[in-house]
């Protein structure tokens, strides 16, 4: 994939970046410019797209499009990371059902549609829309579900290593993963199978 190039002036405020069309200051509380979002952003970016399309040259396209339609409204998004997240997910459903009928010759990456089945889309969206809502989560909660889920501590491992009680671990992440499931249920994704 070719990687995205930004010019190199100094960072200006929104409203010079949307005048001269150049790089912008991030909002408070995200990266510092569009180019540094890309570098950190850009690998977990192209799996999620992958993951819905399956096809990892339409995936690198999808993400430099949406990099491309961030940067147009890089002043205006208060969340560029959940921003992207959703551009991806919208880009990829559009590219599906755009090219739905269409078959792929000579790449081998391309999977028949009669090899997914319906319940796989589920899941792939599903996941697809679990790691859009978290990106939207605060920091403080997504590292305490990481912390539970992928390192697999205890309540009481969590509570050493982030300073909180025992019983606000337990509060904060059920309050956390309750918002997941809210969102799950607003993209209209119930159950185990998406």
Known sequence: MEPLTFDNEPARTPAESNAAGGRAKAPSGSPGTIASLF???ESALLHYAIGIVRRRIVAEELVQEAFLRLQKVWG????PRGWLYRSIRNLALNHLRDTRHETQLGDDSA???DTLPRELLGRYEAIGTVRM?????????RTLIRL???DGLKYQEISRRTGLSVG???FRLHHALKGLLDGLQR???EGSQG
């Open 39 to 41: 570098e950190s952003e």
């Open 76 to 79: 205006q998004v208060d969340n």
């Open 111 to 113: 999977v028949q549609d």
């Open 133 to 141: 809502l978290l990106s939207e989560m605060p920091e403080d909660d």
């Open 148 to 150: 539970k889920y992928d």
């Open 168 to 170: 606000n671990v337990g």
């Open 187 to 189: 993209a209209g994704i």
